[in-house]
């Protein structure tokens, strides 16, 4: 690597993926306050994610449905306002 252009924090880090629980370790800066003990019985960073090559739909082939953040619902009650609105302003017509 270049000298001076990396962080230096730059570390073996266990990305786990929160969907189906493969854990894979490999090199990061990225910032994490978890742990956890990877196989080799050494303490690393564990990193959090949502979805990996393991769970998304692209690699696996198959069409999985992850709502980690309640995005839907909270697009459906935004939306519900909206809708009952319009329903009742054609009903009035």
Known sequence: MKKGIHPENYRFCVFKDMSNEYTFLTKSCSDTKDTIVWEDGKEYPLVKLDISHMSHPFY?????????????????????????KTETKQDEK
């Open 60 to 84: 696996t082939g198959k069409m999985k449905f992850v709502d980690t953040a309640g995005r839907i619902d909270k697009f459906r009650t935004k939306y519900a306002k909206k809708e009952t």
